[in-house]
């Protein structure tokens, strides 16, 4: 792969969007590409936003994505994709989870959670919805939501071909290891 493919995973504290970067960035490091990965987590601990950005190819400079330069935007919660629709480029995909998480603010009702923001990013970018929230409780545990997402990453950008049970295998805890292959071989199916 001669350019460099830029991706933002962005979500909200707690929802894993820093293992799944990792986990992304090891099986890419492992299948012999170059990766840079940064992370941006403010108010993480009480819900904030959180994102990564993990930048690959033969060779990569830098850890930062410009804005309105990402081929792939990840979004685990519905308005965190909304939040970063900038710095996607034009043609650019996005990958959101079905799920929302309020606010401070609209969990108070100061503020009303803004209706139809997936209909809105199809409008401007290819977008692929994936329900990775149930497709987790199925499997027995929605905190792996982050690993179906990876799997429909991995998909659209057909990356099968890497050691992905090694790179689960080297971030995740043993004891949800097979949590986590099933989830990413759910995320994988989720994509078609």
């Known amino acids: 792969m001669e350019n460099v493919q830029n991706i933002i995973l962005c979500g909200v504290g707690g929802q894993g969007t820093i293992l799944a970067s990792k986990v992304l960035s090891a099986a890419l490091v492992a299948g012999g590409y170059d990766v840079k990965m940064s992370e941006i987590h403010g108010m993480s601990q009480r819900g904030g936003s959180v994102t990564t950005q993990v930048r690959f190819g033969k060779k990569v400079y830098s850890p930062i994505i410009g804005k309105g330069s990402a081929d792939i935007l990840v979004s685990f919660e519905i308005m965190e994709a909304a939040r970063y629709l ?93 949590l986590n292959l099933k989830a990413f071989q759910a995320g994988l199916d989720s994509v078609g």
């Open 86 to 178: 900038d710095d996607l480029k034009e043609n650019g995909h996005v990958v959101v989870n079905n799920f929302k998480i309020d606010t401070a603010t609209t969990a108070s009702g100061k503020d009303v959670y803004p209706d139809d923001i997936i209909g809105k990013l199809s409008k401007v970018a290819t977008t692929y919805v994936v329900d990775a929230g149930k497709i987790a409780g199925d499997l027995g545990n929605k905190k792996a939501m982050n690993i179906v997402l990876l799997g429909a990453l991995v998909k659209l950008m057909q990356l099968q071909q890497l050691d992905w049970d090694a790179a689960l295998k080297k971030c995740v805890k043993p004891k949800f290891i097979d």
